[in-house]
Each structure stands twice: as structure tokens, then as C-alpha cells.
Nanobody, 121 residues
Framework: QVQLVESGGGLVQPGGSLRLSCAASGSNIRINAVTWYRQAPGKERDLVASMSGGGSTNYAEPVKGRFTISRDNAKNTMFLQMDSLKYEDAGVYYC???????????????WGQGIQVTVSS
């Protein structure tokens, strides 16, 4: 069974930086699209950034120019570099991957467990 494990969250001051990682466990994995979402308290889970299997990226307007999504296919890992963080960037960040492996030839959506990002002075 594939699992996605997130790391890199925590407390940061406004203007600071964090780098989130999301690693997929398992073997013979092929990843297609990857996406980061954020859920603030009492709000819906919103898309933050995505990258297609071909490498095309898409960002939510509030994070354009500050966040960068990337991936390392050889390590089955995706990243979110967050710079110039603002109070409104705080929330629980979830990674999502569409991937397939030997036991599932069709692409299936997997979610990370979520990781807290707190922006506070």
C-alpha cells in the first residue's frame, strides 16, 4: 500500500521560509500530477500549487511569485518551497499525488496526512 508522508512544517515568522516535502513509499511507483492544498481553520481545502506529469505548474493567485512547487521523480518526492510567508498562508498543508504502481496499473489519488504551518511573530 502506498503512503505519502509529509515533513517540513512548523512555526515561522512573517517573511520567513519553509520547505515542505511529501514522499511516497513503495516501489515501482510512477507519479503523474502532484498538488499541494491548504486548509485553514473553518475553511475549505484550497489548491495552492500543482504540477502536471509533464512539468507544467499552476499556482493560486495569492502565492504566485512566493511559492514554488517541484518534484524529484527518482525519489518519489514532491516539494513546496514557501518564501515571504504571510499570516494568511497558515494552515494545514496536504499533498496529493496521482500515481500508479505494480499493484495498481491505473492512476489513483493519494493524500498525505497533512502538516501544520503556523505563521506568527
Amino acid at each position: 500500500q502506498v503512503q505519502l508522508v509529509e515533513s517540513g512544517g512548523g512555526l515561522v515568522q512573517p517573511g520567513g521560509s519553509l520547505r515542505l516535502s511529501c514522499a511516497a513509499s513503495g516501489s515501482n511507483i510512477r507519479i503523474n500530477a502532484v498538488t499541494w492544498y491548504r486548509q485553514a481553520p473553518g475553511k475549505e481545502r484550497d489548491l495552492v500549487a500543482s504540477m502536471s506529469g509533464g512539468g507544467s505548474t499552476n499556482y493560486a493567485e495569492p502565492v504566485k511569485g512566493r511559492f514554488t512547487i517541484s518534484r524529484d521523480n527518482a525519489k518519489n518526492t514532491m516539494f513546496l518551497q514557501m518564501d515571504s510567508l504571510k499570516y494568511e498562508d497558515a494552515g494545514v498543508y496536504y499533498c496529493n499525488m496521482f500515481l500508479r504502481n505494480r499493484s495498481s496499473p491505473a492512476y489513483v489519488s493519494y493524500w498525505g496526512q497533512g502538516i501544520q504551518v503556523t505563521v506568527s511573530s
